[in-house]
């Protein structure tokens, strides 16, 4: 593998860009006109600009025209980070139609865990518990309301295509269900262009619970552990940690064992991360969904882990064995050492930056793709920059003061941040505590509306 395709923007863009330089592969970047100051486009050894597009996000998804950025770059490889493309089957087969190795799972991979009742039916097969619901999508609000009868209320409507946290809504009773139906679907079929929706019994008040594997191209799986995902806004993810805290030890085992038997039983390679929801009072577990891709979390697997994730990655889509990396097996990968958490700093509003200093110090790092005198396009995603801070020792209060440290040195100006949002819920007792649940931000409006962080530190860098 000589030069690399990266088929993203943003941080993931920077960060697979120094995966690929601390290999000696050389990486093209991306980007339509509209985006042509970004920082990842400085990131690779060359840049390729997209074709004039109306909307620059379809610039990122136009598979014709990326592939091509590809080919007359002389790329003999693509990687497509997360989001766009990631997951994306046709893509992926195209990528090897040109005679570049795409650095994820199979086409057939992509295609069974794009559709999330396909990927509930393997889970099924494999006696992984999933959470009760109709075995396929359902047509009709007629059917919908048929269906949630038997689960039981409250229910969720899910997009078979979704993803992202995208394409859900809570039903909690049968009045509201036809009219949310039919916005489910809708949102479905223009997100995802794929209409399906199916249901599931609402889990309440669960913690979000994901593992993340690595698979070879032989077929051997191993696993790096997992991370609680609980903290999240309208099931956008904001705060995670890895280990989950409070997690049982019999628990954590067969969630563990799950998501490797997920894995091997869908002839997958390359990195993947296996969800899970847990009712902690019960001790409960279902099986969710499987992303395909790298995760924007994968950093702070790779801090108690002491392995970079993307640099595997690349290693594995070029031949490498698990064994030949010396991740043979689980004794080989080890334990978690310590606690890590990520904040993701996301713009809240438009504007230009007129001020931007990330955190830095021992146990302190920062992915991202900000800088002072950029005008972000407010056509993509907001996340600005990950705070990623670990701690190889200690309790785990004293890991989310030290985020929480972290996050009040960030200083960013021009743009509106949820900076004073984070810096609040790192305050929260259930999370000092490690017993956040899903429903946290929901059940605590007040987070949401919190001030920026303020004091001698940011008036020295403003």
């Known amino acids: 593998m000589q030069r690399v395709l990266i088929a993203n923007r943003g941080e993931i863009a920077i960060r697979i860009a120094h995966a690929a330089a601390a290999l000696g592969i050389e990486a093209v970047t991306i980007a339509p006109a509209a985006d042509a100051a970004a920082l990842h486009t400085t990131a690779g050894t060359s840049h390729s600009t997209l074709p004039p597009s109306s909307d620059p996000v379809a610039a990122y998804l136009d598979i014709d025209a990326v592939v091509q950025a590809g080919v007359d770059s002389g790329c003999d490889a693509v990687h497509p980070g997360y989001g766009f493309l990631a997951e994306n089957a046709e893509f992926a087969r195209r990528c090897a139609q040109a005679g570049m190795t795409f650095i994820g799972p199979s086409p057939e991979a992509l295609e069974l865990f794009g559709n999330k009742v396909h990927a509930r039916e393997l889970a099924t097969r494999l006696d992984i518990p999933i959470v ?27 997009a078979a295509a979704g993803g992202g946290g995208r394409g859900i809504r809570a039903v909690t009773t049968a009045d509201e269900l036809p009219a ?118 994968h950093t702070i697997t790779e801090q108690i882990m002491g392995v970079d994730l993307v640099q595997t990655q690349f290693r594995v889509a070029m031949g490498e064995t698990l064994e030949a990396l010396n991740m043979g097996d689980q004794g080989a990968i080890g334990e978690p050492r310590g606690w890590a958490l990520q904040a993701r700093v996301v713009a809240t509003g438009t504007g230009t930056i007129t001020g931007y200093r990330e955190p830095s110090g021992p146990g302190v790092r920062v992915d991202g793709s900000g800088y002072a005198g950029w005008t972000p396009p407010p056509q993509f995603d907001p996340l600005m920059a990950k705070v990623i801070v670990s701690t190889p020792s200690g309790t785990f209060d004293a890991a989310v003061d030290h985020a929480r440290r972290a996050v009040q040195r960030f200083h960013i100006a021009g743009v509106s941040t949820n900076l004073g949002q984070l810096d609040a819920i790192l305050a929260h007792n259930a999370v000092r505590s490690g017993d956040a649940r899903t429903s946290l931000l929901t059940n605590e409006p007040g987070l949401a509306s919190a001030p920026a962080p303020s004091g001698p530190m940011l008036a020295m860098l403003a």
Not at 133 to 143: E, F, I
Not at 231 to 258: G, H, M, T
């Open 132 to 158: 009760p619901g109709t075995a396929a999508a359902v047509s009709t609000a007629d059917d919908a309301v048929t269906a949630a009868e038997a689960i039981g209320y409250p229910i969720m409507l899910k």
């Open 180 to 297: 949310a139906f039919e916005r489910c679907q809708s949102e479905a079929l223009g997100s995802f262009g794929d209409g399906s929706v199916f249901l599931e019994r609402l889990v309440v008040d669960p913690r979000h619970i994901e593992v993340q594997v690595m698979a070879d191209n032989t077929g051997h799986v191993v696993h790096f552990f997992e991370r609680d995902c609980s903290i999240q806004i309208r099931n956008q993810k904001v705060v995670e940690v890895a280990p989950a805290p409070n997690l049982k030890p019999e628990l954590r085992s067969r969630i563990l064992a799950d998501a490797i038997t997920l894995v091997s039983g869908a002839d997958y390679r390359n990195a993947g991360t296996v969800e899970f929801l847990v009712e902690p009072s019960t001790g409960e577990y279902f099986f969710i969904e499987c992303n395909p891709r790298i995760q924007v979390e």
